[in-house]
């Protein structure tokens, strides 16, 4: 079975400073995906950048970006100009491939705090 | 586009009566996914639908129960309540296999908080 660890419970950042949080996965397979989830004190859940294991490139999203190393199974999420807005819990996800829909393994989150 | 839509937002209960939770897909989604999420333990799978049949379960005891409708909602049904069943319980849909790059999307509701007295 999958498994999806966050070894950071909490962090704090600097309105506009940079931030990284760290996310590792075990897993056999050779292909799957890894997603980072934003959630905010409403609760909804927002999907904040998606990786697929078979391409190399890391994914970015304006100043969301990952560093996606697959061989240590390391999937870390870098927020650039950290805004308060920023502000949430952060899921970090895993998905096996298959030819329909298969449900996400989720990490247990970290709580980010950007402090002005 | 409406999202997934949860009801009712907060459900207050008292130990071993029954909770029902309700989800409504985006329109054309034909997956829908349950999750607990429990205090400092994230999201914990609990069951998927797709096509009105349940095609997986976490690891949860059979008292969690839903179904899925033909118009693709979805029912998450939980008997016996217990203390630690208090949580927000949150509901996913996914569109059908092969709607390109969304396939591989989770769209979530705002969830039911369910406190169990």
């Known amino acids: 079975a999958q498994t999806v660890t966050q070894s950071q419970p909490e962090m704090s950042v600097q309105e506009a400073e940079t931030v990284t949080l760290s996310c590792t996965y075990d897993?056999?397979?050779?292909?799957?995906?890894l997603f980072w989830y934003k959630q905010p004190p409403s609760r909804q859940m927002i999907l904040v950048i998606r990786?697929?294991?078979?391409?190399?490139q890391n994914a970015t999203e304006n100043r969301f970006s990952v560093n996606f190393q697959k061989a240590a199974k390391s999937f870390s999420l870098k927020i650039s100009d950290s805004q308060l807005g920023d502000t949430a819990m952060y899921f970090c996800?895993?998905?096996?491939?298959?030819?329909?829909?298969?449900?996400?393994?989720f990490g247990k989150g970290t709580r980010l705090s950007v402090i002005a | 586009e409406a999202g997934v839509t949860q009801s009712p937002t907060h459900l207050i209960k008292t130990r071993g009566q029954q909770a029902t939770l309700r989800c409504s897909p985006i329109?054309?989604?034909?997956?829908v996914y349950w999750y607990q999420q429990a205090l400092g333990l994230g999201l914990q799978f609990l069951l998927w639908?797709?096509?009105?049949?349940?095609?997986n379960r976490g690891n949860f005891p059979p008292r969690f129960s839903g179904r899925q409708f033909p118009n693709y909602s979805s029912e998450l049904n939980v008997n016996a309540l217990e203390l630690e069943d208090s949580a927000l319980y949150l509901c996913?849909?996914?569109?059908?296999?092969?709607?390109?790059?969304?396939?591989?999307?989770?769209?979530f509701g705002s969830g039911t908080q369910l406190s169990v007295l």
């Open positions: 329109s054309g989604h034909t997956s």
């Open positions: 897993t056999s397979e050779s292909n799957y995906y």
């Open positions: 996913a849909s996914s569109p059908p296999p092969g709607q390109g790059s969304a396939n591989e999307k989770l769209f």
């Open positions: 990786q697929e294991a078979y391409k190399q």
């Open positions: 639908y797709d096509e009105g049949e349940e095609r």
């Open positions: 996800a895993f998905m096996k491939p298959s030819s329909g829909n298969t449900p996400l393994v």
